[in-house]
T-cell receptor, first 111, second 116 residues
Framework: QQPVQSPQAVILREGEDAVINCSSSKALYSVHWYRQKHGEAPVFLMILLKGGEQKGHDKISASFNEKKQQSSLYLTASQLSYSGTYFCGTEKASGTYKYIFGTGTRLKVLA | DTGVSQNPRHKITKRGQNVTFRCDPISEHNRLYWYRQTLGQGPEFLTYFQNEAQLEKSRLLSDRFSAERPKGSFSTLEIQRTEQGDSAMYLC??????????????FGSGTQLSVL
């Protein structure tokens, strides 16, 4: 089952913050986050494995809730380079390596 | 790493023709994935190889689709008797088996298929 992302689209001004959610009806084994710019391949951002985990680098961070059914991506003080479509990629069980991607969130950062 | 390479970048074909795409993963990456992506949608899982073994194949994949990875290196995806609904971007990704927290997918630039 495809995880659901929200919001579907968001427009920000430079310096504003955004949160993107990825929800599943069942517990997940892991969550990956990717960003895809128009006409380009998706690029890996981070992976979360443990319930309650939070991690990040620079001004982009993510969390995985305790029940492992929801992950959120946090973009702080957004920059123009953050524009693109964000996807979560989820794995239901360890060792399947069958990553199912979410519905996507289009992010546009304006100057 | 030279990155994941896919050829061709674009393919235009007539309905009913067969097409074949090639993916060269990052060297030493033993896992290889094929995804299909249509405009505005997330990548849709097609199939996955570990070395030369095809371990998972989407039930959405009809028998017109076949993938191979001889010798565990490059992979080919063939679509027989193409239909207009096959028009999409076909993405290949690879990853290296290792610590789970480091097992990320590296995607190629994709092959854009247009079936007329």
């Amino acid at each position: 089952q495809q995880p659901v992302q929200s919001p579907q689209a968001v427009i920000l001004r430079e310096g504003e913050d955004a949160v993107i959610n990825c929800s599943s009806s069942k517990a997940l084994y892991s969550v990956h986050w990717y960003r895809q710019k128009h006409g380009e391949a998706p690029v890996f951002l981070m992976i979360l494995l443990k319930g309650g985990e939070q991690k990040g680098h620079d001004k982009i961070s993510a969390s995985f809730n305790e029940k492992k059914q929801q992950s959120s991506l946090y973009l702080t003080a957004s920059q123009l380079s953050y524009s693109g479509t964000y996807f979560c990629g989820t794995e239901k069980a360890s060792g399947t390596y069958k990553y199912i991607f979410g519905t996507g969130t289009r992010l546009k950062v304006l100057a | 790493d030279t990155g994941v390479s896919q050829n061709p970048r674009h393919k235009i074909t007539k309905r009913g023709q067969n097409v074949t795409f090639r993916c060269d993963p990052i060297s030493e990456h033993n896992r290889l994935y094929w995804y299909r992506q249509t405009l505005g949608q997330g990548p849709e899982f097609l199939t996955y190889f570990q070395n030369e073994a095809q371990l998972e194949k989407s039930r959405l994949l009809s028998d017109r689709f076949s993938a191979e990875r001889p010798k565990g290196s490059f992979s080919t995806l063939e679509i027989q008797r193409t239909e207009q609904g096959d028009s999409a971007m076909y993405l290949c990704a690879s990853s290296r088996q290792g610590r789970l927290e480091n097992e990320k997918l590296f995607f190629g630039s994709g092959t854009q298929l247009s079936v007329l």
